[in-house]
């Protein structure tokens, strides 16, 4: 509960079930607190990888990695986020290589650890995605979609092929991509995450947006979609600190008024663009939280405290 709690953006009500955990089993007394340190560190990486705070992401890896040391099935959870942390930072030869790594040694180790191991060809095709190469991120994602299936993990083949539609996209097949997006669509708004709807609702948007500024009679219908969805994606990546889900979102909003010739709502997303970028940076140069272990020590208010660091 407190992870479905914590991927729809309620962070809040996700620490509040992990402190009854605290309660019980004080850190770093036995193997039931680890439990849920290691589910902690796992929210609070995912929660500052979101939100640029690289310093803060480091930590919460490198004390996972300790825990990992203990409980052979976080490794490759620890080795994720270290791959994560090369993406974020840049190092995308580096993150190749570890996610790669990651796939090739899951398959040695048997289907079990394989299966958790899939949803990295996403993480792949996106660091190629990133670098503008779909012709390489397309056959990442088929793999994915055909593994998922596969093992019956039907939200990840959802997933996978929302992340098709983002590769059509590039290589611009508006149509495909349309297409793909209406079959999945109802599933995902019903049963996916947070993170998944509202990425979701950007790509269509997208899709839509890019389709009718090449055919001006498209325009009527399509124009109120494109608006209601990219609002609500904006909404959904603010409760949860994603500043690059932000950002993609503002900017086709932006460009969805420059369409639109409507300048001043235009110039307004545009700054709204310029100042989630200037916070980017900001928070990729911002110091880490000071004593990080010995806050989950601590007996009151330790997971609120670290919870609470950055907000606005």
């Not at 796939?103 to 949803?119: F, H, L, M, W």
């Not at 399509?222 to 994606?233: F, I, K, S, Y």
């Not at 405290?305 to 606005?312: P, W």
Request: charged share 25%; glycine share 6%.
């Amino acid at each position: 509960k407190f992870r479905q709690s914590a991927k729809e953006g309620d962070y809040a009500k996700a620490i509040e079930m992990l402190n009854a955990g605290k309660e019980r089993y004080p850190a770093f007394t036995s193997s039931e607190a680890n439990i849920w340190m290691a589910t902690a560190l796992s929210i609070l990486f995912e929660r500052a990888s979101g939100r640029h705070e690289l310093s803060n992401a480091q930590q919460y890896a490198s004390l996972f990695a300790a825990l990992a040391e203990e409980v052979s099935e976080w490794r490759i959870v620890s080795e994720y986020q270290y791959a994560s942390l090369a993406r974020l930072e840049g190092r995308l030869e580096e993150a190749q290589g570890r996610f790669n790594k990651l796939i090739e040694d899951a398959k040695r180790k048997g289907s079990d650890t394989y299966q958790q191991a899939v949803p990295y060809y996403l993480q792949l095709a996106e660091l190629h995605l990133d670098a503008d190469d779909p012709y390489n991120a397309f056959p990442l994602v088929m793999t994915c979609i055909l593994s998922a299936s596969k093992y019956h993990m039907h939200l990840l083949v959802h997933h996978a092929k929302v992340v098709l539609a983002e590769t059509l996209l590039h290589l611009n097949d508006n149509k495909k991509a349309a297409d793909i997006l209406k079959g999945v669509m109802p599933t995902i708004l019903a049963h996916g995450d947070l993170q998944l709807r509202s990425m979701t609702l950007s790509v269509y948007a997208e899709c839509l947006l890019t389709s009718a500024i090449g055919d001006v009679g498209l325009w009527p219908s399509v124009a109120p979609r494109v608006v209601r969805m990219l609002e609500t994606a904006i909404q959904g990546f603010q409760k949860l600190g994603n500043l690059d889900g932000e950002f993609k979102a503002e900017t086709l909003l932006a460009l969805y008024y420059w369409a639109a010739s409507e300048p001043e709502r235009c110039q307004k997303h545009a700054a709204t663009c310029r100042g989630l970028h200037v916070r980017k940076q900001q928070r990729r140069r911002a110091p880490p939280i000071q004593n990080v272990r010995q806050k989950l020590v601590e007996k009151e208010g330790v997971l609120h405290d670290l919870l609470a660091n950055g907000e606005e």
